[in-house]
């Protein structure tokens, strides 16, 4: 069975070879599109199938691995931050404050297809003003939903679930998921 990573993140990438040994990586490229009268769990499996979709169309011969992340903070879903200044707001909004991370999954091969999410809570340390400016300055912000990494040092204070699923790739679901299609 041939297997494909449809996500450019090194993160995911990295993730994903705990369970695989082997896989391609065939990032999705289309729009994302998002129903907003969707719950947020549901939107990020909306999401996660979407970019399945779209690479598992020009590899029908292969199993697929779609994932996508949201942070919802007070009901709003914070998405990758178009810019410094909306990374620098994001974390000074989240700031000594608790947040939920979602990623939806979706594995598909021309068996099967079945999708799943991951849940976890977030708790910020009181960020300040410096301390954030300098984070963004570093660029590490810029590509993740809700401009930071739970991997980087001094931003999150605890969480309660799946560390990977911060990260972007809830291990102990992915593999899951993969073990019902094969």
Request: hydrophobic letters at 40%.
């Amino acid at each position: 069975m041939e297997f494909v990573l449809a996500s450019a993140s090194p993160r995911r990438k990295e993730l994903l070879s705990q369970i695989l040994s082997r896989f391609e990586v065939i990032p999705a490229t289309a729009e994302e599109k998002v129903n907003i009268s969707l719950f947020p769990e549901q939107m990020a499996v909306a999401l996660a199938e979407h970019k399945c979709d779209e690479v598992f169309a020009l590899n029908p011969q292969k199993t697929v691995i779609g994932l996508d992340t949201i942070v919802v903070f007070e009901g709003e879903i914070l998405g990758k931050p178009k810019d410094r200044d909306e990374a620098f707001s994001t974390l000074k909004k989240l700031s000594g404050k608790t947040h939920f991370v979602i990623t939806g999954v979706c594995v598909q091969n021309k068996f099967k297809r079945v999708t799943g999410f991951d849940k976890t809570e977030v708790k910020f340390n009181i960020l300040g003003d410096e301390f954030i400016r300098q984070y963004v300055d570093s660029g590490s912000p810029l590509d993740k939903a809700g401009s930071y990494g739970i991997q980087d040092g001094g931003i999150v204070k605890e969480y309660f679930g799946s560390y990977t699923n911060v990260v972007g790739l809830p291990v102990t679901l992915t593999k899951k998921l993969i073990d019902e299609v094969l």
